[in-house]
């Protein structure tokens, strides 16, 4: 027969449940981005994003990463993956699917913001204040605008002429329509096809931020950049309902107070901010690179003035209130470019 006090039986019952219950309070999350874990917007953006989010939860929340080259990395299935319960938390480009984000995508309309970083804080308010129905499959953590877009062809050209025809990469519906108006022939591939697509001349060029030199080296497949910073994308930064929903409560509140919103938008969408310049030095080494002076800017502004009114009619007569987000959004964005 056992000797044991009861007070020390049952104090040593209570640290086992105390064990249990401290356990059950940790999670691990599949994380999943189709870029390398070693690209630098991915240092700086996500992993750093899950870096914190592990010591602001006291190690409650942590991670399993699957980048580029992992199962779960394919560039077309981030979002799809998210509200499937496949992985728990992804940052995603929403521009790869044309037409699944009709409202969020008027982000990508041309010349619609001069800096990304303003303009990921501006969409993101946006999007949390009146768009919330376009993202219901997923919990999500904020809008992520990537470094405005310029072209990058594998010939030089004299004049935006000398772009018809020719069969550039774009990314999602407004890119399309960007390039009809060119006259160009729009080849919708995600990032990491480009160079294959471009050294194998199945392209002839891409739209595509100045950090594409750096991150997916484009520059070594390409001989001309022009300058001209036309628009944006816009991505995701968000986590399935089911990892949500599943949190400790009170890394539920360190979520929502530290990793929700404009602020977070700005971090991940500020990676591209360094990354972008280095992308335009290596670009005037590599390239013959042309900055677009006040009588080509205006000549392409005027040759695309009827783009983002053909994207809002068609929205329109969908039923879906175009002109009132578009206002909301142009509104946000000089709020926030004026900061």
Not at 51 to 65: L, P, S, Y
Not at 161 to 173: H, P, Q, S
Not at 219 to 237: D, K, P, R
């Amino acid at each position: 027969m056992s000797t044991m006090p009861r007070s020390v039986a049952f104090a040593g019952v209570a640290l086992a449940a105390l064990c249990g219950a401290s356990s059950a309070q940790s999670v691990t999350l599949k994380f999943a981005s189709m870029a390398p874990e070693r690209n630098p917007i991915n240092q700086c953006g996500p992993v750093a994003i899950m870096e914190a989010i592990t010591k602001r939860t006291g190690g409650k929340v942590k991670f399993t990463r699957f980048f580029a080259g992992t199962a779960l990395s394919h560039p077309l299935r981030q979002y799809q993956q998210l509200a499937k319960n496949v992985t728990d938390m992804s940052q995603g480009v929403l521009t790869y699917t044309p037409g699944r984000f009709p409202l969020t995508s008027l982000a990508a309309l041309p010349f619609l913001m001069k800096d990304n970083v303003a303009g990921a804080r501006a969409v993101t308010r946006v999007v949390q204040a009146h768009l919330q129905n376009e993202f219901k499959d997923i919990h999500l953590l904020a809008i992520v605008v990537p470094a405005l877009y310029q072209i990058h062809l594998r010939k030089e050209i004299k004049t935006i002429d000398d772009m018809k025809g020719l069969r550039l990469r774009g990314a999602g519906r407004v890119h399309q329509m960007v390039l009809k108006a060119l006259g160009s022939v729009p080849a919708q591939l995600p990032a990491p096809r480009i160079y294959e697509s471009l050294s194998k001349g199945v392209i002839d060029g891409a739209l595509f931020p100045w950090s594409g030199m750096l991150s997916w080296k484009i520059g070594e497949v390409t001989n001309y950049s022009l300058g001209v910073t036309l628009n944006g994308a816009t991505m995701f930064l968000g986590m399935s309902k089911k990892a949500y929903d599943g949190l400790p409560a009170d890394a539920k509140a360190v979520i929502d107070s530290d990793f929700t919103g404009p602020k977070l938008a700005a971090w991940s969408s500020n990676c591209w901010t360094p990354v972008d310049a280095k992308g335009l030095a290596i670009a005037k080494k590599q390239n013959k690179v042309v900055m677009a002076d006040a009588g080509m800017q205006a000549d392409f502004r005027k040759r695309l003035a009827g783009v983002s009114e053909a994207y809002i009619a068609g929205l329109e007569k969908k039923g879906l209130p175009a002109r009132k987000i578009l206002a909301a959004m142009k509104k946000a964005i000089a709020e926030e470019e004026a900061k």
